[in-house]
């Protein structure tokens, strides 16, 4: 046996002649032989070290509960993994959901506000067609005459602003002279 045991033992046995000896058993006509017959051999008779197997069960069971401890550690690590794992995920969820967000209201305000300003340049350019469309056919109206009759508004005009300003001139002379 050899190694750590604490002891071991080996025997070998001999021929014995012996006879048949029945006894009766129950009375049911059960005979139990009690000795070997004539001739008969029992082989090697080994004796069990009982320290080597105590050794040996300790030993197992410091194995067993080793790879349990280890089994049960492994799961443990794992789960706690699986764990961060999942927190990452759904943070990294809620930071791609507030950016698509933050996202989304950008563009809206952005659209917004080139819309805006798109409508007020029409806008502005509707005005200046309209007034560009207003001199032109004031223009066209004013060419479309003869031009004496052009000549005769015009000349109509200075004389009404020269002679607007000579009464007016009058009639501040007139008051000068009064007060004075």
Known sequence: MGGDSKS?????????????????????????????????????????????????????????????????????????????????????NDLARDLNSDSLDFAGSTLSQAIGAITKSSEFQAQQNVSSIERAYELAQLNSRSEGEAVTTEGIKAITIVGGLAAAGFVVASLVKKRG
């Open 8 to 92: 071991s033992s080996s025997q070998r046995s001999t021929q014995v002649d012996q006879t048949f000896n029945f006894v009766e058993g129950t009375g049911d006509g059960d005979r139990t032989n009690i000795a070997l017959s004539e001739g008969a051999s029992i082989g090697s008779i080994t004796t069990t070290d009982y320290g080597a197997v105590d050794a040996a069960i300790k030993a197992n069971q410091g194995a067993l509960d080793l790879g349990l401890t280890a089994t049960e550690e492994a799961f443990s690590t794992a789960n706690n993994f699986a764990g961060l794992t999942f927190a990452a995920l759904e943070e990294n």
